[in-house]
């Protein structure tokens, strides 16, 4: 019989963030993490991958490596919960029992959405930064692009860091400047979203260098279907659904993200799959030992790693209070960041918190490119996960 004080579903930024700051907190806790990965990744390395900045191994770990010392691994498939008698089961079989769930697995992308898009991803000029098996794809269609028709997609659906599917048009956009098609070249952005972004602050900054640099974009249309070996892709409006075929030269194409399957059809989701939490301290609405943040949380607000960043110390301190028989406390204020990337050595540093409101860190206007915040980007982030987030040093 395998039993636990605390079982954590999934071992990536929000998983072993709680499990490492938990452990400091105090290290006779008896913590497990339920996740089948044999490598970890720092996913928001993966635009300037994309650009040609880093190589994609530079982005990667052994997910033993990052396994808390003194924490129970089991290198498993989480499948069914069953809240009501405290029970994990795993796809291999295990019973886990537990008094406190920390539900964190990250999401699922669902390429098959789109048609055509499914294995078609590292070829015919389909690229997609949200793939580490692809990720180099998209810098070898850029650094080979002759001009053409070079379309960047948003779909229509949540997805994990909202503002790379742009960063990597920005840098893109330098590339083909640099590289001396860019007379030859139509850059767009066809986006399911309404506007370029969703803080106004932000958005004015954004909408100036998209002018400014003449990239068209498009609202409300939605990748519905990509035709490979013909170049073309088919969106539709969200507004008339009527459909338009483009044809293109290269696409970066974001696909569709929801909670795991097996989220989704457990009793911990809400109707649209999501783990239904309190916004606030981030406590399952229906099963009080329950606790659920990162991605796959009915949180409202952008799945990024600086969400986690702030939410996992609200885990943490309302799980550790309720151990010590005292009532959740912590509240998470829907705090996330974009660092949105727009050049090679500049950055606007997106960062607000629920009701889309501002709350940035640094004394100076965040709302402008700055060759610091890239510099924080490249070398300053990585460091504070890698030493930081997966210490539960923050």
Not at 97 to 119: A, R, T
Not at 361 to 377: A, G, H, I, W
Request: hydrophobic share 35%; charged share 25%.
């Amino acid at each position: 019989m395998h039993v636990h004080q605390i079982v954590v579903i999934g071992g990536g930024t929000a998983g072993i963030s709680v499990a490492a700051q938990l452990k400091r907190l105090s290290r006779h806790l008896d913590i497990a993490i339920i996740d089948p990965a044999k490598k970890h990744y720092y996913q928001p390395l993966w635009t300037l991958v994309g650009a040609g900045v880093f190589d994609k191994q530079v982005s990667e770990r052994p997910e033993a490596q990052l396994i808390p010392e003194g924490v129970h691994w089991y290198q498993e498939h989480a499948e069914e919960f069953r809240p009501e008698e405290n029970v994990v089961v795993t796809a291999e079989g295990t019973t886990i029992h537990y008094n406190y769930l920390v539900v964190s697995p990250g999401l699922q992308l669902d390429w098959s959405k789109i048609e055509g898009l499914e294995g078609n991803v590292g070829k015919y000029g389909i690229c997609s930064n949200y793939s580490f098996d692809h990720v180099d794809y998209t810098w070898e269609t850029i650094r080979n692009f002759k001009g053409g028709r070079a379309i960047f997609t948003y779909p229509h659906s949540p997805v994990k860091c909202g503002g790379a599917p742009q960063k990597i048009m920005y840098l893109a956009e330098e590339a083909f400047r640099k590289q001396g098609v860019r007379d030859q070249t139509e850059v767009m952005f066809q986006s399911a979203n309404p506007s370029i972004f969703s803080v106004d602050k932000y958005a004015k900054t954004l909408n100036k260098i998209i002018n400014d640099r003449d990239i068209k974009t498009n609202f409300k249309k939605d990748l519905i279907k990509i035709d490979g070996p013909n170049k073309q892709a088919t969106f539709r409006d969200l507004q008339t659904n009527e459909e338009e075929t483009l044809d293109y030269d290269m696409i970066h194409a974001v696909p569709h993200m929801s909670a795991p399957d097996f989220i989704k059809h457990s009793p911990l989701a809400n109707e649209d799959g999501w783990v239904d939490v309190d916004r606030y301290t981030l406590q399952h609405r229906n099963y009080e030992n329950v606790f659920s943040l990162g991605d796959a949380s009915s949180v409202p607000t952008s799945k990024t790693g600086a969400a986690i960043r702030k939410q996992a110390p609200v885990v943490v301190s309302n799980i550790y209070a309720m151990l010590r028989n005292k009532q959740p406390w912590r509240k998470y204020d829907g705090y996330t960041s974009c660092p949105l990337v727009t050049g090679y050595d500049r950055l606007v540093m997106a960062e607000f918190k629920y009701n889309n409101v501002p709350s940035e860190t640094f004394p100076v206007d965040q709302s402008k490119e700055r060759k610091s915040m890239y510099l924080l980007k490249k070398y300053g982030l990585p460091a504070m996960y890698w030493h930081g987030m997966m210490k539960g040093r923050m």
